[in-house]
T-cell receptor, first 111, second 119 residues
Framework: DAKTTQPNSMESNEEEPVHLPCNHS???????IHWYRQLPSQGPEYVIH???SNVNNRMASLAIAEDRKSSTLILHRATLRDAAVYYC????????????FGSGTQLTVLP | ETGVTQSPTHLIKTRGQQVTLRCSSQ?????VSWYQQALGQGPQFIFQ???????GRGNFPPRFSGLQFPNYSSELNVNALELDDSALYLC??????????????????FGPGTRLTVL
């Protein structure tokens, strides 16, 4: 499986935008980019996914580089409830067969 | 829509014992995946069941086994427990792409997990 690289931790102030980066230089043409997050004491939660084009949903936006070797998850206005570990995961052809989690980025939101 | 549920919430066992963890998948989902999450690490894939058959397995020994039932609920069994089996065990349900009538099908929905402690 292609590997992703994320910073171990990031901090943000409440109500400010947050940009969480992910590098995936060995991504293949059929790999979807998924983001999940895990709040304290909970199971992971789907955030967003995309293939080539930028994507928006009610939770976040996903910006994908033109060469697809990196992507950025954007939380437009961070809240305290967004404090979580954010995982960037590559999944072949959109299959939910197996998610390979790395260690993710621990996001701290400061009041 | 009922979400993924897991039982029990917490469990304490001793080394060498056997344990069974249970998962009820989200309504309409026919695929269940199990993950092990050690403290401070990301979840690691154990195996997946699709329509009662094992459909992929991670790097876990045979003492980790599973079942899926006709209602798509699932069990994870671990024999001969070891101290390193202490972890959060997560269940996730999904539907293969194209099988759920247009719903978002490339997403796994996780339960809250079972915290297993092996003493």
């Amino acid at each position: 499986d292609a590997k992703t690289t994320q910073p171990n931790s990031m901090e943000s102030n409440e109500e400010e935008p947050v940009h969480l980066p992910c590098n995936h230089s060995t991504i293949s043409g059929t790999d979807y980019i998924h983001w999940y997050r895990q709040l304290p004491s909970q199971g992971p939660e789907y955030v967003i996914h995309g293939l080539t084009s930028n994507v928006n949903n009610r939770m976040a936006s996903l910006a994908i580089a033109e060469d697809r070797k990196s992507s950025t998850l954007i939380l437009h206005r961070a809240t305290l409830r967004d404090a979580a570990v954010y995982y960037c995961i590559l999944s072949p052809q959109g299959s939910a067969r197996q998610l390979t989690f790395g260690s993710g980025t621990q996001l701290t939101v400061l009041p | 829509e009922t979400g993924v549920t897991q039982s029990p919430t917490h469990l304490i066992k001793t080394r060498g014992q056997q344990v069974t963890l249970r998962c009820s998948s989200q309504s309409g989902h026919n695929t269940v995946s199990w993950y092990q999450q050690a403290l401070g690490q990301g979840p690691q894939f154990i195996f997946q069941y699709y329509r009662e058959e094992e459909n992929g397995r991670g790097n876990f020994p045979p003492r980790f086994s599973g079942l899926q039932f006709p209602n798509y609920s699932s069990e994870l069994n671990v024999n001969a427990l070891e101290l390193d089996d202490s972890a959060l065990y997560l269940c996730a349900s999904s539907s293969p792409a194209g099988t759920s009538g247009g719903a978002r099908t490339d997403t796994q929905y996780f339960g809250p997990g079972t915290r297993l402690t092996v003493l």
